[in-house]
């Protein structure tokens, strides 16, 4: 099946918005030694753990913000390792299990700014399209999986994804990897969509054309 894409705008940003909910922000100031943390103000409690966290030496910050966000995929031995890593590196973008790349990346940038850069920062990308049945009977609902066998079609070959994922992105197999990849993918109607990934993933350069065709194979049931 043949769709339509049009990019209609994509940029760079240094945080997703929304990624961090209330809770988290006042689980983190208790574990910051902030007092009282669930009587503050909803829109004063971002500023409030940025100051608490600067109370913590960065290499003990980031294994608190880690254990909060992580502790469920990873062990204390690989929390320690990945909250030295972050001082010199944006691990975000290289950790080999790219389905912990996007909590990764946002307890990197809490951090960086809360340091004010003494950890390295990191981008994502955010992107608006639109994607067009050319077959007027088309009923697919477009998953990440799907987006991205999409995408194969308008990204550089210099892009990343193709270097790594050639095969599953332009074939009819299996792309798992895709749920870690894009981070978001919201729609109301099916046609419109907003997505967000990281930077390093997909970035504006990666698009030769803001206009292009992709397909996308439907698989056979054979039961």
Known sequence: MKFKIKINSIKSVDEIKDY??????????????????GNAKKENLYELLLMAITDFDPK?????????????YLTE??????????????VCEEYPEIELQYALFNCNQLLFKAF???????????????ITPLDA?????????ILLKL??????DRNILKRLFG???????DFPEAEGIVWQLNTKDNINFSIATSENLIKDAD?????????YEVPVDND
């Open 77 to 90: 031995g690989q929390i320690e390792q990945v909250s030295n890593d972050m001082l010199i590196d944006t």
């Open 60 to 72: 003990e910050a980031a294994v608190i913000v880690l254990d909060h966000k992580l502790s469920d």
């Open 151 to 156: 995408f194969s079609n308008g990204l550089s």
């Open 116 to 130: 004010n850069g003494t950890f390295p920062s990191a981008s994502a990308t955010l992107i608006d399209c639109s």
């Open 137 to 145: 009977n088309s009923d697919v609902k477009i998953t990440k999986e």
């Open 20 to 37: 961090w909910t209330t809770d988290d922000y006042i689980h983190l100031l208790e574990k910051f030694n902030f007092p009282d943390a």
């Open 207 to 215: 698009f030769p054309s803001l206009e292009f065709e992709g397909d």
């Open 167 to 173: 095969a599953q992105m332009e074939e009819n197999a």
